[in-house]
């Protein structure tokens, strides 16, 4: 498709499980990032991808969070024991190049992730 | 480190109403400053954006200017449309190419 394609929209999953969330990005766009969206509150960063360097992963809450990006395409957000606080929809995006001046971030429709 | 605040609450307003939602950043440096906006059952979008100091961003009616003396960016229509009705971020660029967003306004537009 032409945009930014997250999966599953909805997941439901029990404590302490594992899940994974997916996002493709835009064809042709280098800059991928993960951003989280609780409750009440504004979009959290997670994680960036840009091209073959070394992500930045500063915004990840816990080590329990990790993601990959293969072939410079798509991007898998991983979530090992969920706790409930994980609970959130989780946006992907993706940018030509980062999202330097003038460059625009195009998002996903997110996952909604519930933890129960 | 650098940050958004945007007004608390939804807003309410009706039709052919006019609309400020205000934006203030704390930031080091001149950062590219952003609107958002998200549709019921729809992703973000970005509705406007400015670069520099004094720049104004719009679209679809709505403005905003970056005001480098009040560390602010507020977001104006003059008269909003039900079809207006969404949920309104603002944002910064900062660092290594990341958006800070603030908590988001709900706009509900009544006929």
């Given at each position: ?23 493709d990005p ?43 990006r293969t072939g410079g395409s798509v ?42 | ?111």
């Amino acid at each position: 498709g032409a945009g930014v394609s997250q999966s599953p929209s909805n997941k439901v999953t029990e404590k302490g499980k594992d899940v994974e969330l997916r996002c493709d990005p835009i064809s042709g766009h280098t800059a991928l990032y993960w951003y989280r969206q609780s409750l009440g509150q504004g979009l959290e960063f997670l994680i960036y991808f840009q091209g073959n360097s070394a992500p930045d992963k500063s915004g990840l809450p816990s080590d329990r969070f990790s993601a990959e990006r293969t072939g410079g395409s798509v991007s898998t957000l991983t979530i090992q024991r969920t706790q409930q606080e994980d609970s959130a929809v989780y946006l992907c995006a993706s940018s030509l190049g980062g999202t330097g001046r003038g460059t625009q971030a195009f998002f996903g429709q997110g996952t909604r992730l519930t933890v129960v | 480190g650098d940050s958004v605040t945007q007004m608390e609450g939804p807003v309410t307003l009706s039709e052919e109403a006019f609309l400020t939602i205000n934006c203030t950043y704390t930031a080091t440096g001149y950062p590219s400053l952003f609107w958002y906006v998200q549709y019921p059952g729809e992703g973000l979008q970005l509705l406007l954006k400015a670069t520099k100091a004094d720049d104004k961003g719009s679209n679809k009616g709505f403005e905003a200017t970056y005001r480098k003396e009040t560390t602010s960016f507020h977001l104006e229509k003059g008269s909003v449309q039900v079809s207006d009705s969404a949920v309104y971020f603002c944002a910064l660029l900062y660092g290594n190419n990341r958006l800070a967003f603030g908590k988001g306004n709900q706009v509900v537009v009544i006929p």
